[in-house]
Each structure stands twice: as structure tokens, then as C-alpha cells.
């Protein structure tokens, strides 16, 4: 566990607001999200950072379906009546702390909070103070900061009580398609590609880009496919919940309007074979979930599929990067993947936060042994998204 480093350079976008003559920020809490759809979009188009599980649509989904009345905290922070940071998180009681963690949850493979690109190093260690001053709260902790997000600088602002542990690996590919991605293979795995992509060639397979007006029914498709594909191998039991599937079908259906996901379908001779929900954020396109039945594994390289789709969208969007999102299991390594791995951040105040990083600090080294002594084990839990 390390404490977070000062000195984190500012995003990239508008040049900070110089401080002479500049209004004050306040930092407001809030106990609702509701009325703010207008200036959470506005945010997040200037907050360079900001992920799809970070805009309004999917936190508000969430947190209708996973949220507990009463622990929703959401702190706005307003320079001159314009909304320049936000932080959606919900109370939780861990090892005797107060303990504030995002909405989104384990359903969200990036978390973060927001800030405008503009307000740069200044702007951060006023919204510190404005943190610090709201009552109620020991530690925020982020399990899932993908490198450049903003709780990142803020943590690198913080002072003596902010520690990042390493979190979830998520592997990625440069957004380019397939066959120049197999150029930079060695001839082995090239060679098993190109097998693996003319069967593809060879098959009698169609796919088809879902509407809103049809998410409802993809979606529903997609977990009934997910979940024959995980069925003698152990699924993850969130996937087989009902909230889930109110809250991805309901925010799949309007980060699709948004251009901000997209779901498709694949068939093979006309039948429905596969369904695959990809998130597209500012710099990256990201492969969610998927669901394949079982069968057409035996006729083809199923992730190979979904992977030369996933490139040609990455591509033809123009975001530099895919990324597989959290997990790096074995079978993903034969793309020649580049491991990226998330942090962990915690923001703490007073003695009992100090005590919360090192549990986290001592949990964390307990799962590393773990995976070093068992690692089938670890794997076989790893594979469950």
C-alpha cells in the first residue's frame, strides 16, 4: 500500500481559471440525484476523465435498483452557479468507520468522481476543504480509479491521509482493426487468429446493431445467453438477480440513445447466438458483458468474434484503445493484450481511517498469497464477468 504521491500534473482541456477574481467554490450535499440531468451532462462533457459509469443515466439506474433509502450523499461543488465537481457516493459501516463509497457499486468497472477539466490543481484543494468540512464521513474509498481519473490528483492533493492500494487488472488492445492487431503477434498466434477468423469467414453470421425500442428484449436475451454459457461453470450470482437486469436493461437503453453503449446481436444461419453490451467513454471503447450459447463454441472461436466486432466499432469511433474492462484471465492473453491496473483509492480523516488502509492494506496481501497457493482457484473466480 502505498500513500498517494503530491505533485499529480492536471488534466488536459481548458487551461485553469486564474484565481484573481475568481468566485469561491462551495461544496452543497445532497441526498437525491434527481433534478440535476442538465448540469450532470454538462459536467461531464467537460470533465475529460469522466467514464460511462460515471454519467447520470447509469448512476441514477443503479441506485434505483441497488440503493438504500437514506445513504445516498452526492457533493456538488459550484464555482459562481456552475457545477464543477461531483461526487455521488453512499454511506456504508465498515470496521467501525463511516465509510463513503460510490454509487455504481460492483456493477461499475471504472470509478471515479467528476471534476471540469478547468479548475486544474487550485480548484482541487478547494474541493478537499469543501470534503473535509461535510460532517458524517471517516474514509471515501474508490475501489476502481482507472490511470488519469480525477479522484487520482485529488488523492495525489489530499495530504498524509490518502493511500492507493492496486485494484482490478483490465487488459486492452490498440483500437485498430484485427488484422493489423495481428501483425504485432508472433507467428503461432497469428497463425491460430487467422485459423480462428476464416471459420468465422466461413460461417453464415450476421450481426445487428440494437435500437433503444429493442434493448429491452436484447438485454433479456443477452443474461438468458449469459447465463447458459456460465451454467455448469459456476456464474456470478449478482448476473442472476432481477435488480440486475431492471438496472442494465434500463441503463443500457439510455446510454444506447446517448451514444454512449452499444448493444448487438449475432446470428448464425438466422438464429439468435449471441448477444454483446460494449460502453464507449471519451478515450476507450469497453467490452461489459456478453452472453453465447454454449453450442456455438463448438463451431467457433467465440471471443475472437466478439473481439474482431469490438475493434472494427473502436475503430470506426475513433477511440484509441479497446478495453476488456476488469479481468485478466489466461485465455485473453493469445491477443497480445497490454495489462492496465486500476487503483484503489482511500481519502481519509482522523485516526480510525489510518486503521481502515491497513485492513484493506493486510486483505489485499491475504489475496495475493491466495493467488500465488491457489491459483485455480482465484482464476476460476476471476472469470466470472
Known amino acids: 500500500m502505498s500513500a498517494a504521491t503530491p505533485g499529480a500534473s ?50 441514477c439506474s443503479w441506485w434505483r435498483a441497488y440503493g438504500t433509502p437514506g445513504r445516498l450523499r452526492v457533493f456538488l461543488a459550484y464555482r459562481g452557479g456552475r457545477l464543477v465537481a461531483a461526487a455521488p457516493l453512499r454511506l456504508e459501516y465498515r470496521l467501525g468507520c463511516r465509510v463513503l463509497t460510490p454509487v455504481g457499486g460492483g456493477q461499475s468497472d471504472f470509478t ?32 476502481e480509479a482507472r490511470p488519469g481519473a480525477a479522484v487520482l490528483r485529488l488523492a495525489a492533493l489530499w ?9 482490478s487488472t483490465c487488459l486492452q488492445l490498440p483500437g485498430r482493426p484485427i488484422e493489423q492487431v495481428m501483425a504485432g503477434l508472433n507467428g503461432r498466434r497469428a497463425r491460430k487468429l487467422r485459423t480462428a477468423l476464416r471459420k ?16 429491452e428484449h436484447s438485454v433479456s436475451e443477452l443474461l438468458r445467453l449469459h447465463l447458459l454459457q456460465w451454467e ?10 432481477p435488480r ?38 471519451k478515450d476507450f471503447v469497453g467490452g461489459y458483458l456478453y452472453g453465447a450459447d454454449p453450442e456455438l463454441r463448438a ?19 475513433g477511440r484509441p484503445v479497446l478495453s476488456l474492462l476488469r479481468g485478466d ?4 492473453a493469445k491477443f497480445g493484450c497490454e495489462a492496465i491496473v486500476n487503483q484503489r483509492v482511500m481519502l481519509g480523516r482522523g485516526v480510525r481511517s489510518a486503521a481502515y488502509a491497513a485492513s484493506a492494506g493486510a486483505r489485499l496481501a491475504g489475496q495475493e498469497l491466495l493467488k500465488r497457493r491457489c491459483p485455480r482457484l482465484v482464476e476460476r473466480f476471476a472469470t466470472w464477468r
Not at 40 to 53: C, M
Not at 200 to 215: F, K, N, W
Not at 299 to 317: C, Y
Request: net charge negative; proline share 6%; aromatic share 6%.
Open 329 to 332: 484471465e489466461p485465455h485473453k
Open 10 to 59: 492536471t488534466s488536459q482541456g481548458s487551461p485553469p481559471i486564474p484565481r484573481a477574481g475568481r468566485p469561491t467554490l462551495r461544496v452543497v450535499p445532497r441526498n437525491a440525484l434527481s433534478g440535476l440531468a442538465e448540469d450532470w451532462a454538462g459536467l461531464y462533457a467537460r470533465s475529460s476523465a469522466a467514464t460511462p459509469f460515471q454519467s447520470y443515466s447509469w448512476l
Open 159 to 167: 495530504g498524509g491521509r490518502a493511500w492507493t492500494l492496486p485494484a
Open 232 to 241: 455448469s461453470r459456476g456464474i456470478n450470482v449478482r448476473h442472476t438477480e
Open 112 to 143: 471515479d468522481i467528476m471534476v471540469d477539466d478547468a479548475e486544474g490543481d487550485a480548484g482541487l484543494r478547494e474541493l478537499r476543504a469543501g470534503l473535509l468540512a461535510q460532517p458524517g464521513w471517516d474514509v471515501i474509498d474508490l475501489p
Open 244 to 281: 440486475f437486469m431492471d438496472h442494465l436493461t434500463r441503463a443500457t437503453r439510455s446510454l444506447v440513445a446517448e451514444d454512449r453503449a452499444v448493444l448487438k446481436e449475432f446470428r448464425v444461419r438466422g438464429r439468435l447466438r449471441a448477444c454483446d453490451l460494449t460502453v464507449v467513454g
Open 200 to 215: 468465422l469467414d466461413a460461417m453464415d453470421l450476421s450481426v445487428d446493431v440494437v435500437e433503444p425500442d429493442r434493448v
Open 299 to 317: 463451431e467457433a472461436d467465440v471471443l475472437t468474434m466478439l473481439l474482431r466486432d469490438n475493434l472494427e466499432t473502436t475503430h470506426r469511433l
